[in-house]
């Protein structure tokens, strides 16, 4: 597969529906094919102040993400927190950066390490991570193709971002009319048990709830749901 191709494809992907996971899991995939030199790749998410590697193309890539998110600390972590390019050259050559880091990625078969931050404007999300065993190392060209790759796994988790970003937004917009509307349904209870009108059954409610330290919905829901049972609702 060209370069061209792969972006053609991670292009139509985008459009669609696919899940986050799905397109990650492409975005390696496409790197270990397309980017001179990769052997394994894998991407990493940030999800707060935690990592996690969302796709991989084989165990090894996933192990080397995994020691780094136990230490907080290493070449992909650092390319997902600040958004830049880490590398490592040569392994066997060690690295002032990741001296510790580097002799376990070489023990492992690993000569060369390439991480690159998805960069999206005010934030780190995450990194694609490429590994090389010893074929090609990686030169401008892998930088390049790699670098591509990258930003469109950006723009994935960015739109993944808005979504569940509108998602929690309704979700807490719909929790909201509930919550009202069950208060209402309670301010009409109070108002036919003690003889007060909608606004006087509200303040008694809200009296009611500072006073037991409980939240004015749960509270109205425990008015609601005794009165629906024919119990004393305790007004």
Known sequence: MTDDDAYAELGAILLDRTPLTAVMQRVADLAKE?????????????EGKR????????SLAVQLDERQYAVGFGPCVDAALSGQVVRIHDTSAGSEAYPGYSDVARRAG??????????????????????DLGGR?????SLEVAQVLAGHAAIALV???AVESTRELAEQLQRAMASRAVIEQAKGVIS????????????????????????????????????????????
């Open 34 to 46: 397309t980017v001179p030199g990769v052997d394994e790749a894998s991407v990493t998410v940030l």
């Open 51 to 58: 990592a996690r590697s969302v796709a991989f193309t084989g």
């Open 110 to 131: 690993v000569r060369s390490t390439l991480s690159i931050g998805l960069a999206v404007p005010h934030r780190a999300v995450g990194a694609l991570n490429l590994y």
């Open 137 to 141: 190392p990686f030169d401008d060209s």
């Open 159 to 161: 739109n993944s971002l």
């Open 192 to 235: 036919a048990v003690r003889g007060v009108d909608p606004e006087q059954a509200f303040t008694l409610l809200s009296r009611r709830s500072q006073d037991t330290n409980r939240k004015l919905s749960e509270l109205a829901g425990e008015v609601v749901r005794s009165a629906g049972e024919g119990r004393d609702t305790g007004w």
